[in-house]
């Protein structure tokens, strides 16, 4: 096509938020179906959310906190509420697929759009990978505490090992199989249909859930309060520390906001979900470091592994509560990986529509009606990633393309309540404009405490991105031609 506007002006224009409805409503052909109830989709935000983090962050940051990690759960809990509530505001105006991506295409522009898409890539490609390194860990210690059976090392490791963030060859395995089959599993499940995805998702969630209320219980009969005596032996500067490390086992609330074209009533049921999604996540968080912390001496938190499953063991005498735990990890694992293969997807497909990206990533298959193509695509990427890369290198860049999602959306609300106040919503963020500004400045502060090398490697990456856009996106934009709104 040949290309007349000028490249400033392609950087700069914004996709009119009655160009997001319309796609919805008159796509034409095969579209996405709206599949997913209120419950699913609020347990899309969970399952995304509750992960392996809750299984082990009390080990590592109890040791720092004492008793008042309770507090740090909370803190932590607040900064990624005070984002949940800006996507909340942000889904119920712009109800479409494309989360943090498609916002700020509203609102900040194409170019900036663009390089949030690619941070996004950060958080669900790469994010992806590692969690199934960790699941693959996981499963393999279940089956030797059941069965006895344990998988040859070169099947369970990836050959490449990270010196600090360089990658060599030098690992003692030729590929991470379990890894590279539960991503081939989750693609198997998502290309079968949305609605068939989200209710396995919904079963593992309310099964991980289910685990979590027994360890609840079992953990509170052995309660003792002088337990969490000191309280807070490390002062605030020890609750702030936590509070910093804890933030990211809140990430995965916006993943919901990835699903807006396969929702039913996505206006009101977005919101909604978000909010009682964070809910259920905070809760389950307190209780379960609550019940912890009473049910054995803070000193026992240090560098103990698989800690939930030793207080359960300790307390009731019983390997089988701690097995039941133990697969409990297994199965929210899955879920995550499941969840996040799926936003990813999404925000692609959101891309594609709007010729960011080559069409096979919106195509859709006329049978399930889902991005069959896009589906495989990025599974075999994050599978290859999975079996063949360590997860050691992985966790800041998904860190950094979180909180820079996060920032992107807090901005995006404050603009459109200023360009577009007369503009439906389904859920406004109270105390405006201080939530928002609050969000923004936690997350700016959370992003100046990574380390230096993902500023570096984070740069590297949308250079790439960068490139691609002015050679490609640009010029393929569905925005050409487009009057402004």
């Known amino acids: 096509m040949t290309n007349t506007t000028p490249l400033v002006q392609r950087i700069l224009r914004k996709k009119p938020v009655r160009l997001f409805h319309e796609q919805a409503i008159n796509a034409g052909g095969v579209q996405l179906r709206r599949h997913i109830s209120l419950f699913q989709l609020t347990m899309l935000g969970v399952g995304a959310t509750i992960g392996t983090g809750i299984f082990f962050v009390l080990s590592e940051q109890v040791p720092t906190a004492g008793p008042a990690v309770l ?30 991506y498609s916002y700020a295409y509203a609102t900040l522009g ?16 790469v994010s992806a990978g590692a969690v199934a390194v960790g699941w693959s860990e996981y499963l393999h210690n279940l089956l030797m505490v059941t069965t006895g059976l344990e998988l040859p090392r070169a099947l369970l490791h990836a050959p490449l090992v990270a010196d600090g963030y360089a990658l060599q060859f ?22 079968a249909g949305t609605r068939e995805s989200a209710r396995v998702n919904a079963i593992m969630v309310v099964l991980k859930l289910a685990v979590l209320v027994m360890f609840i219980l079992i953990a509170f009969s052995a309660f003792d309060g002088q337990n969490l005596a000191p309280f807070a032996p490390h002062g605030f500067a020890g609750v702030s520390a936590a509070a910093g490390s804890i933030f990211f086992t809140f990430i995965g609330l916006d993943a919901v906001s990835t699903a807006g074209d396969e929702v039913k009533d996505p206006r009101r049921n977005l919101p909604r979900a978000i909010v009682l999604a964070l809910i259920i996540v905070i809760l389950f968080y307190l209780l379960v470091a609550l019940a912890a912390l009473g049910s054995q001496p803070q000193g ?38 499941l969840v996040v293969i799926y936003s990813q997807t999404r925000i692609l497909y959101a891309m594609s529509r709007d010729g960011m ?9 006329p049978q399930t009606q889902t991005p069959t193509a896009n589906t495989v695509i990025v599974s075999c990427v994050i599978a290859a990633i999975a079996a063949f890369l360590p997860s050691d290198v992985l966790w800041d860049l998904t860190s950094m393309g979180t909180l820079t999602a996060f920032t992107v959306v807090s901005l995006g609300v404050i603009i459109l309540r200023y360009r577009r106040p007369d503009a439906e919503r389904g859920f406004k963020v109270p105390l ?7 969000s923004i400045l936690s997350c700016l502060y959370l992003i100046s405490n990574l380390p230096g090398i993902v500023f570096r ?16 996106s640009s010029r393929n934009s569905a925005l050409e031609g487009v009057a402004a709104e």
């Open 71 to 100: 507090i740090s759960f909370l803190i932590a809990g607040l900064a990624a509420g005070l984002t949940a509530l800006c996507y909340a505001e942000m889904s119920s105006m712009i109800p479409v697929s494309g989360s943090s």
């Open 457 to 472: 490697l984070t740069a590297i990456w949308l250079v790439l991105a960068a490139a691609f856009y002015l050679f490609y």
């Open 110 to 125: 194409e170019g900036v759009a663009f390089m949030v898409a690619a941070c996004l890539m950060l958080e669900y490609g």
């Open 357 to 365: 990206l080559p069409k096979v990533f919106s195509r859709l298959n």
């Open 170 to 191: 030098g690992g003692d395995g030729l590929i991470n199989l379990p890894a590279a089959v539960l991503v081939f599993l989750c693609c198997f499940l998502l290309t």
């Open 432 to 438: 405006f404009p201080a939530l928002p500004i609050l």
């Open 300 to 337: 026992a938190f240090d560098g103990q592994e698989a800690g939930l499953a030793v207080i359960l063991h300790n307390v009731t005498g019983s390997p089988i509560p701690a097995v039941i735990l133990s697969a409990g990890a297994v199965i929210s694992v899955f879920s995550v990986t």
